[in-house]
């Protein structure tokens, strides 16, 4: 009887010890390395809270921080707002047989390099791009707009990759919504617009924010974006890490800078999981 | 040259450096051989270098000639490539490409062998670029200049009067606003702006750093980009901007048959000479070839290919360097005397400086 209760514990541990190897040796392990090395000197000293206390009294750091929130929330609105009319489309407009190829050309951007894909919106948004180009030749403009290089072109690069990502979670969602829900709704009285905010969109909020929690954590951290169409003429949490390393091999300081930058989507987790439950969606 | 006498030495290391690098070392191992792949056998070449040194047609010929296959694993700047190195095995690495004024911290940190000086082209070279200053440290050469060239202006001649880019007030005028990029590395266009202040880049003190940033300002606002190498080559190549702060040679002469309006100036404060060496890795276990490929590279055929390769282009150390004459005239080899003596050494800041150097840059930046 105790063997068949031993191996009945330990089966669930067995099945389960590949995956907690793999986090602690590909994130526990790092970030335990990570937040040692926030805590030295870079000039080999002993402990040291100089880096954090850098980041907190230097203002051209804690704007970085700042950008990247405001690029951040930015993104994340538009990308909600495009995905879902979009993911409802698909799930609702489109015929099933169609939906699988429908979206597979809405995530087709998704197969290009993400450098790649980076550049062709610089090209897109530059001062002789196609935008610019259509502006000036149809007399809307007499001169080029400043699009490349901007906050703007940032943004636009980050909405075109998130609203692939969120149409995903979110058509998901959809698909999974039982018709009878509409159903009892149109049963009692209610019309598509009454349906649709009092029943759909409840009903799919976990999976928008399932998708806008995982935008927030990609685009927060991401460095290629904001250096390939930002124009560096603001500078986001991930290019000050960089920066730290490029010449000066400050990883200390990127440490800390990169804890801090955890520390925010932390919060952003606690957040979202606290308001909309989703380790119960 | 001196060495820092305050270095903690390598054998009376304090017990938290000791763990910081076993740490350093377990997270790294992984990632490293993710990077590089299976780590290369004992008869081939393990060199880490700038991207200029991947061009096949560089490394071809030598290849050819010795049998050996050369592993490259490309970096950008000393601080990513000292940690590559760092969280290596000793020996894994035989030569290095690094930027000359940077070849101490290789030394001070026990990475470099001395090279043989009676083995290598050194009396061939331009003497203003042999650059001993860094790449001498206690009577010991570490390193040898193979590819320098110029942080000045970059600028399109049929978009911009080339008679204004012979100062460098243009910068910061009203004239070119909205049609300047910036190149993003702060030590180069600090010297710049060193330069148009009226500064000696080799004296520069934390002193200084109030009116440079003042400067750099300025230069900013009239800026439409800071951009790294690629992205500051293509706003110039693509007619986003007309003028490259920071740009030279490196810029434009790559790009020369494509768009032959591009060009550069040396401006009547001056401009500042970028240089990059060779060095052998004291724990090569292949040191023979790791000095035949140094003296390949140092050759005039090797210099030529070096010069002119895929990456981007830039003056051959060697005086000698096998060019053709159009190639010679695309780098203007033959106003070198010229732009040399007009030229600065690259500022080469103790490590605080550096770091105060990069505040005022991430300062710039962040400046709207």
């Known amino acids: 009887m105790n063997s068949a209760t031993n191996s009945g514990r330990a089966l669930p541990w067995a099945l389960v010890t590949p995956a907690l190897g793999w986090t602690l040796l590909f994130f526990v392990l790092p970030f335990v390395a990570m937040g040692f090395s926030s805590l030295t000197a870079h000039d080999g000293g002993g402990f040291t809270r100089a880096n954090y206390s850098q980041f907190f009294t230097n203002p051209a750091y804690w704007q970085a921080l700042v950008n990247s929130l405001q690029v951040t929330a930015i993104v994340t609105v538009i990308s909600v707002l495009l995905a879902y009319p979009f993911a409802w489309i698909l799930a609702e407009q489109v015929p099933e047989r169609w939906q699988r190829l429908a979206l597979m050309l809405a995530v087709l951007p998704f197969w290009t390099s993400y450098v790649v894909r980076s550049y062709s919106w610089l090209l897109v948004l530059a001062q002789n791009g196609v935008i610019n180009r259509a502006l000036t030749g149809s007399g809307l403009f007499s001169e080029p707009l400043q699009l490349a290089n901007t906050r703007l072109a940032t943004v636009t690069g980050f909405v075109h990759f998130f609203v692939m990502l969120l149409t995903l979670t979110i058509f998901a969602n959809l698909k999974q919504l039982s018709p009878s829900y509409r159903k009892a709704a149109a049963d009692l009285g209610a019309g598509p617009v009454r349906t649709f905010l009092h029943v759909v969109l409840p009903l799919t909020l976990p999976g928008i924010m399932v998708g806008a929690f995982l935008t927030f954590v990609l685009c927060i951290g991401d460095y290629i974006t904001p250096q390939i169409l930002g124009g560096n003429n603001e500078l986001l949490m991930p290019q000050l890490v960089m920066m730290q390393i490029g010449r000066r091999g400050d990883f200390p300081l990127a440490s800390a800078l990169s804890i801090i930058l955890m520390a925010v989507v932390t919060i952003a987790y606690l957040a979202c999981a606290r308001w909309l439950k989703i380790e119960r969606a | ?368």
């Open chain 2, 1 to 368: 040259m001196t060495i820092n006498p305050n270095a903690p030495h390598p054998t009376t290391r304090k017990p938290i450096s000791v763990l910081k690098s076993h740490l350093h070392a377990a997270c790294a191992a992984t990632a490293l051989l993710l990077a590089t792949g299976s780590l290369a056998q004992a008869a081939d070449l393990n060199a880490l270098i700038w991207c200029d040194h991947a061009d096949p047609a560089l490394l071809q010929p030598f290849e050819e000639a010795n049998g050996v296959k050369v592993n490259v694993k490309e970096f950008e700047g000393t601080g990513a490539g000292m940690a590559i190195v760092e969280q290596s095995q000793p020996g894994d690495w035989d030569v290095m490409v690094i930027d000359s004024i940077d070849i101490p911290r290789g030394v001070e940190k026990g990475l470099f062998e001395p090279l043989p000086e009676d083995k290598l082209p050194l009396a061939d070279l331009f003497p203003q670029v042999k650059m001993d200053s860094s790449t001498v440290v206690d009577g010991k050469r570490y390193g040898i200049t193979e590819k320098f060239g110029y942080n000045t202006i970059g600028y399109n001649k049929t978009k911009v009067d080339p008679a204004d880019m012979q100062s460098l007030a243009a910068l910061t005028g009203d004239k070119y606003k909205g049609k300047i990029a910036i190149y993003d590395y702060y030590l180069p266009v600090i010297g710049m702006a060193a330069l148009a202040i009226g500064k000696k880049t080799t004296e520069l003190t934390e002193a200084d750093l109030p009116d440079i940033k003042q400067e750099l300002l300025k230069m900013k606002a009239n800026a439409k980009l800071v951009g790294e190498v690629t992205a500051s080559q293509t706003a110039l190549a693509t007619g986003e901007v007309d003028i490259l702060v920071g740009g030279g040679e490196w810029v434009t002469a790559g790009l020369a048959k494509e768009n032959p309006a591009l060009d550069f100036s040396i401006p009547r404060e001056g401009a500042v000479l970028w240089s990059q060496s060779l060095a052998m890795f004291k724990d090569s276990k292949n040191k023979d070839t790791a000095l035949k490929f140094i003296q390949y590279i140092m050759s005039p055929e090797g210099q030529a290919r070096l010069a002119t390769s895929a990456c981007y282009w830039g003056m051959p150390a060697n005086t000698k360097a096998a060019l053709t004459d159009e190639q010679k005239k695309i780098l203007r080899f033959d106003e070198q005397p010229d732009f040399l003596a007009r030229a600065q050494p690259y500022p080469a800041p103790d490590a605080d400086l550096d770091k105060k150097m990069q505040d005022v840059w991430t300062e710039m930046l962040q400046a709207q």
